[in-house]
């Protein structure tokens, strides 16, 4: 994988509210990462973490109730935040795409596929006849076999990953830069997930593209991201390149993330680890660590402070007091001390 | 399809057989006499029965009803319009029924879409509260009193339309301006049905994933919204789309009665209270087809507007 | 997306040009026809301001039919006034300040020398609006038509009922031959009517007088509207179908909506009736009409409740005499109630109401009534106008002012507790639901007798019924008490006692006596037929019957106020009379 270090994206100190019935809702709470040229992010987080929402941000599709508190998203020395609605037209599709969790509601159900995948095109003043064969184009290139009959089909009549695949190639109508997955497997079948993760995989590399992937899956993320970050309560609690964050980690949040993964010499007697705890409300975020509650680990301080960005290595960062030249030595549990070697034996073999 | 829409027709007639042999048997038990007047001589009472065949038992006379009913010969009214064939009454009164109705309808269709895109746009604003609340007014204060009050204040204080219907026949300019009050008050109610139907449908649409991608495809909100979102809630509204539809030939009583429409709405009324049975008959006749065809109608609309449907029925 | 679009829009498309085109036919031409009229009209009254035509309008309620032999409702009956002639005709008359009947087709009032055989001599050169002559035989033909055992036509009766021509009946039955029946047109302008038994001249004068079923139809229109087997005619249901032999020709006609009345001028009767054009608008709801004639739309309107209170002292308002009077109907033959057998229980009723919380706190207009027969029915020589109530006899029947006397009520109710044996008498009381007032009645009825007698003595049930149910109940002794009303003729208050006979088939009541039939015969029938003293007597005693068995607790008579418009400068004043009403076209129209 070619990386560069050219930042495109920058997400900095990114709060979002959300105006409810019962109060204000601080789903993101100072999230900051930034996207280069041609690599993957992924990240990670349970639901609720505020993974979607900093996405949707980016992409203009917030939903009414939320209100950008704080912090900008740089794109191109532009700050997203402050675009209107019609600059994000510009821009959407274009420059940057998202796709969706559940390919089997994210396409109109009424309207022809080959329709769908024109819009895109057709939005953008490209003329009928050279929007049709660019969407025929597009559906080879996300492998959809017999595309002009395929064309002229309903949603309805596609399976699950052929939905996605369809998704995928509306998204990249336009050529855009940044694509954003938003769990794009989670509702697909084991084989299919592969097969989608692949495609992805493979026009990414074609197109050069920056992809932000958000999952909950950390198998997902060992195929194909470059670099993870991981959220817990509206923060992103550690990130570095998917070697550090598998072999090193150092948050306890993302140490009970990578336990709590069955891989594949799981055997069914041995005991997944679960976390023990709910995320907090986050209508009433937490003060200091919000993960303390649900930390072993946890210290007094961990109730009272948030804790800052502790830098591991020039790419690898993470929050938790933990690190503080102060805090006890506190070893990476030994269940994954055991897994880390057997993924090490079995990628030196 | 063919097959589907044959066999629907063959069920249409027999619910149409059972429901007119109903009628018969209900209407024939309602007490009293076609001749009512208490004063008349009894030979003229019993000829006149006799004559209707009114004398004889009941089954006989559904003999004596079947057998006209299967050569479509519904007779004619005995005491409405007496001596009028009973299907040139509902037709005479057709035409008038439809102007008005069909107004309306083009009155409220537009109106009623508008104002629930814009509710449903504008969810949770004042907007959609005023709208709110006017779909509520108007569901809940019968269109009776919106139509007595519409006439006292716009035709009978402002002077700005003519108290009744104008008596013209063709539709011009002042016939028009006379309708303008019945339209109104067929159409208020009508109106705040669409409105709220749409806004539900609506706002669920709006949340619904396929927007987000079409948004982020580049569409902006107004061009989703008309491209996928309408489109999407408008297949639910033809559960009551086409109803209206249909609806527009059965007029309405009151209404008619305070600006003097002589539509069908009083038909029925009429005559149930003369007791004039074969027109009776014939008027429930005519709404229980409209009724099974509007039925028809919605059911094999969703195959033509609704492609999951269609296509389904073809696998 | 499109193909499926299609035909939907289509399938709309054609549905409205078809309801279009469908609204626009027909009855289209039809209309266009009409207001080039009009414009030529407006054109010619421009002309000669002079002259103008004057238009009277007026709101009614549905015309079922232009056919006088089948037609019901009271409304016809004014309409076919308007287009037909008939041999008599009865109106206002100024110098008497009464009813007069006149003849119309005939030459004179009818001759007779028997009070049996009257015969009527016609004027030469009568036609029908269109041309064709009326003679003697087509009124013959007209009256054969209307007694034809086939087309069994509701208004006979008139033939048979009102004045017993010879065999009319039978006829009707199908049991005599037409040679048989007492009408004969001897020649083009002779018509002699030979009676069973002799009847007073008003009773033959008003059965031959005003278009109504005794007018003559248009012979080819009736035959050309007939079914094959010769059991009904279409005659008199189209605008095409209705001819005119009277003072006004039918020229517009929207069923249920609206109908416009042309004169005729050069008839009989085109110098006494004065509009020369009459449009007659369906308008069912009376604050609709109430708009209308404060709009100055309409010339008259009947005004109650709301509009009473804003009205009622105008004093341009004038009243109607109903002919009728209503009460509660006792079921004095009540297995399931048998007090209701007891006199003095029926009297306690009579006395122990209170009239006026009805007639002035409920209706407004109505008159209070503790008696049967109407103000509106006369008695003696019509000319001299007597009506009966005013007679010293029957002012000397019924307790004096509104028969509300509470003591005296208390008494007979005393009198009735104990024959309940000292237990409480409970009462159902049947009334209309069609009208908020009758429900309001009865409440007020409830209320009136329970305050008076005592809740522990006396409790009053209601049932709501729709009248033709309540009537059927009635007649086959389903009741305790019950509202109602028999409409009387005012010509012959006589005839209307039928009603209270044991043997009348339609009888809400349960008074039998043999005396009454045998009275109530011999004064519509037999020997007190002619003799207008006895005849008077006869009706005090009949009437005297009634009030002292108490068939009835009587209650008021209908009476409506109604409002002309300061246009309508009738000549009767205001005053009301029967058959003619307030004489409506009879007017100087002031503008």
């Known amino acids: 994988m070619t990386t560069n270090n050219e930042a495109i994206l920058q997400v900095n100190d990114l709060h979002i509210t959300f105006n409810t019935f019962s109060g204000k809702v601080h789903a993101v709470r100072g999230v900051q990462f930034d996207l280069r040229k041609g690599e993957t992010l992924a990240i990670v987080g349970e639901s609720g973490s505020g993974k979607s929402v900093t996405n949707k941000a980016i992409v203009g599709i917030l939903s009414k109730n939320a209100n950008i508190e704080r912090g900008n998203i740089i794109y191109r020395g532009a700050d997203l935040t402050q675009y209107s609605e019609r600059q994000f037209t510009q821009i959407r599709g274009s420059k940057i795409s998202m796709i969706f969790q559940d390919p089997m509601s994210s396409l109109n159900p009424i309207m022809k596929v080959g329709k769908q995948i024109m819009e895109a095109l057709r939005v953008r003043n490209i003329s009928k006849a050279e929007a049709r064969q660019r969407a025929i184009e597009l559906m080879i290139a996300v492998g959809i076999p017999d595309p002009e009959k395929r064309f002229e089909q309903y949603p309805f009549q596609f399976s699950g990953g052929m939905r996605q695949r369809i998704v995928i190639a509306i998204a990249l109508a336009c050529d855009p830069e940044v694509l954003i997955c938003d769990e794009p497997t989670t509702a697909l079948d084991v084989t299919i997930q592969a097969q989608i993760l692949d495609l992805i995989k493979q026009i990414q590399k074609e197109r050069d593209l920056s992809v932000i992937f958000i999952t909950h899956d950390l198998g997902v993320v060992a195929n194909v991201a470059d670099r993870v970050a991981v959220m817990y309560a509206g923060k992103i609690v550690e990130y570095g390149t998917v070697d550090e964050i598998f072999y090193n980690p150092k948050h306890p949040y993302t140490w009970s993330l990578l336990v709590s993964m069955p891989d594949l010499d799981t055997s069914s007697s041995d005991e997944l680890l679960v976390i023990p705890g709910t995320p907090p409300n986050m209508l009433y975020p937490p003060k200091g660590d919000a993960f303390a509650p649900r930390n072993r680990y946890a210290m007094r301080i961990d109730y009272e402070e948030d804790p800052p960005m502790y830098r591991v290595s020039d790419t690898h960062y ?8 102060n805090a006890p030595k506190v070893e990476i549990p030994d269940v994954l001390k055991k897994r880390i070697a057997q993924q090490t034996e079995r990628l030196v073999r | 399809m063919l097959r589907y829409i044959s066999q629907r027709l063959i069920a249409m007639a027999i619910t149409l057989f059972l429901i007119i042999s109903l009628l018969f048997f209900l209407v024939h038990s309602m007490p009293g006499s076609i001749v009512n007047d208490p004063m008349l001589p009894i030979d003229i009472k019993e000829r006149i029965e006799a004559k209707y065949h009114l004398d004889k038992p009941l089954v006989v006379q559904y003999v004596y009803f079947l057998g006209d009913f299967l050569t479509f010969n519904f007779g004619d009214s005995i005491k409405v319009q007496p001596k009028v064939p009973v299907f040139d009454i509902i037709k005479d009164k057709l035409p008038i029924t439809i102007q008005l109705n069909i ?213 | 997306m499109k193909q499926p679009k299609k035909p939907f829009l289509v399938i709309l498309a054609m549905m409205m040009v078809l309801t279009f085109t469908g609204c626009t036919s027909g009855n289209g031409n039809n209309a266009n026809q009409e207001s080039k009229e009009d414009k030529d009209k407006v054109v010619t009254e421009q002309k000669q301001p002079s002259d103008k035509p004057t238009v009277v309008r007026f709101s009614g309620m549905s015309a079922e039919t ?374 309001r009645t009865a409440e007020v009825a409830e209320e009136l007798y329970e305050n008076l007698f005592g809740k522990d003595k006396l409790d009053i049930k209601l049932r709501a019924m729709p009248p033709s149910a309540a009537y059927d109940a009635y007649r086959d002794g389903n009741f305790e008490l019950g509202i109602g009303a028999i409409t009387q003729n005012a010509f012959n208050p006589w005839s209307s006692m039928k009603a209270w006979r044991t043997d009348f088939p339609n009888r809400s009541h349960r008074f039998s006596s043999a005396e009454f039939d045998e009275l109530q015969k011999r004064t519509t029938t037999g020997d007190l037929l002619l003799k207008p003293e006895e005849r008077l007597d006869a009706l005090v005693k009949m009437e005297k019957m009634l009030l002292d068995y108490v068939p009835q607790i009587p209650l008021f008579q209908n009476n409506n106020a109604v409002l002309f418009q300061d246009r309508m400068d009738l000549k009767g004043k205001g005053k009301y009379f029967p058959v003619i009403k307030f004489a409506p076209l009879q007017v100087n129209i002031l503008e």
């Open chain 1, 318 to 325: 993470a929050a938790t007091w933990l690190l503080h030249p």
């Open chain 2, 103 to 315: 107004l309306a309808l083009l009155f409220t269709l537009p109106i009623g879409v508008i104002c629930g895109i814009m509710a449903a746009l504008k969810k949770n604003t004042a907007t959609d509260h005023g709208l709110n609340m006017m779909v509520v007014l108007f569901i809940s204060v019968p269109s009776f009193v919106i139509a007595a009050l519409l006439q006292y204040i716009v035709a009978f204080k402002w002077e700005l339309v003519p108290i009744l219907l104008s008596a013209e026949q063709a539709l011009t300019w002042t016939k028009f301006k006379s309708m303008i009050l019945p339209i109104l008050a067929l159409s208020f109610g009508e109106i705040a049905i669409v409105t709220r139907y749409l806004r539900a449908e609506l706002c669920e649409t709006l949340n619904s994933d396929y927007m987000l991608l079409a948004r982020t495809k580049g569409l902006s909100q107004m061009q989703a919204t008309l491209r996928h979102a309408i489109r999407n809630s408008f297949i639910p509204l033809a559960n009551i789309f086409i109803p209206m539809i249909f609806s527009i030939l059965s007029g309405a009583i009151v209404i008619e009665n305070i600006f003097s429409v002589p539509g069908l709405g009083s038909l029925s009324i009429n005559a149930i209270n003369a007791l004039d049975h074969p027109l009776t008959i014939a008027v429930m006749f005519f709404y229980s087809l409209i009724a099974l065809i509007s039925i028809l109608v919605v059911d094999l609309s969703y195959g033509i507007i609704d492609p999951r449907i269609r296509m389904g029925g073809k696998k």
């Open chain 3, 66 to 439: 232009f056919n006088q032999h089948t037609s019901e409702s009271a409304e016809t009956s004014i309409l076919l006034e308007y287009i037909n002639g008939n041999l008599l005709d009865l109106i206002y008359d100024e110098t008497s300040d009464n009813i007069k009947f006149v003849s119309n087709h005939a030459t004179d009032l009818p001759a007779t020398t028997d009070n049996k055989v009257w015969t009527f001599k016609l004027k030469e050169g009568l036609k029908w609006t269109d041309g064709t002559p009326i003679t003697a035989r087509d009124y013959e033909y007209s009256y054969q038509m209307l007694l034809d055992p086939k087309l069994t036509n509701r208004n006979a009766f008139v033939l048979f009922d009102n004045i017993p021509i010879v065999s009319a009946n039978k006829y009707f039955k199908g049991e005599a031959k037409w040679e048989e029946v007492g009408i004969k047109a001897k020649d083009d302008l002779t018509l002699e009517i030979a009676l069973e038994t002799e009847m007073p001249e008003i009773d033959v004068y008003s059965v031959f007088a005003q278009g109504g079923s005794t007018s003559p139809i248009h012979k080819q229109l009736y035959e050309a509207g007939m079914k094959p087997d010769h059991s009904e005619t279409t005659y008199g249901t189209t605008l095409e179908q209705v001819p005119s032999s009277g003072t006004y020709r039918l020229s517009e006609w929207v069923r249920d909506q609206y109908r416009v009345f042309e004169k005729n001028q050069d008839t009989p009767m085109s110098a006494v009736y004065t509009p020369d054009r009459i449009e007659s608008r369906v308008v069912s709801e009376s604050s609709t009409r109430m708009q209308l004639w404060e709009k100055g739309e309409i010339e008259n309107v009947s005004i109650s409740g709301e509009q009473f209170d804003k009205y009622g002292e105008d004093p341009r308002v004038v009243y109607t005499e109903a002919e009728s009077v209503w009460g509660f109907y006792v079921n004095t033959e009540s297995k399931k109630n048998p007090i209701l057998g007891n006199n003095d229980l029926r009297k306690a009723l009579y006395y122990g109401i209170d009239r006026d919380k009805i007639t002035k706190g409920i209706f407004k207009t109505f008159k209070s009534a503790p008696y049967y027969i109407s103000t509106i029915c006369m008695v003696g020589d019509y000319s001299d106008g007597q009506r009966y109530r005013e007679t010293e006899a029957a002012k000397a029947n019924i307790p004096p002012g509104t028969g509300y006397e509470p003591e005296k009520a208390k008494e007979y109710f005393e009198k009735a507790y104990q024959a309940n044996g000292n237990k409480k008498i409970t009462i159902e009381l049947t009334y209309f639901d069609s009208q908020e007032t009758m429900k």
